[in-house]
């Protein structure tokens, strides 16, 4: 099992920067897919960027793609979400997600929540004009 912990999250004007961390702990070493999510009220839980570890391939949302970045602190087991240029559309409560090599669960791909077996409790971000 593995548990994933959020911090990093709040409040920040429209332009401004943040970043989020997710901290792992348990089984971290079976960890070879990491995701971060967001879900707004009234929307469904959104993909926002994913990142595979044994080549490092990362992927984004259209949405964030050229203001977001993931990275991964392997040795802490750490991953961070650094958000740039936030937009109210960008608020939203953020989850980190996470999957095992060899997992039994079915893959639907990397925006796909029902991929992914453990989540955080997730950390609000709100983006004011």
């Known amino acids: 099992h593995v548990q994933l912990v959020e911090s990093g999250g709040g409040s920040v004007q429209v332009g401004g920067s943040l970043r989020l961390s997710c901290t792992a702990s348990?089984?971290?070493?079976?960890?070879?897919?990491w995701a971060w999510f967001r879900q707004a009220p009234g929307k469904e839980r959104e993909g926002v960027a994913h990142?595979?570890?044994?080549?490092?391939?990362?992927r984004y949302a259209e949405t964030v793609r050229g203001r977001f970045t993931i990275s991964l602190d392997a040795a802490k087991n750490i991953v961070f979400l650094q958000m740039n240029n936030l937009s109210p559309e960008d608020t939203a409560m953020y989850y980190c997600?996470?999957?095992?090599?060899?997992?039994?669960?079915?893959?639907?791909?990397?925006?796909?929540?029902?991929?992914?077996?453990?989540w955080g409790q997730g950390t609000q971000v709100t983006v004011s004009t």
């Open positions: 348990g089984s971290v070493d079976l960890i070879n897919k």
């Open positions: 990142i595979y570890v044994p080549d490092g391939t990362l």
């Open positions: 997600a996470a999957r095992l090599s060899g997992s039994g669960r079915s893959w639907y791909g990397w925006t796909s929540f029902e991929s992914y077996a453990y």
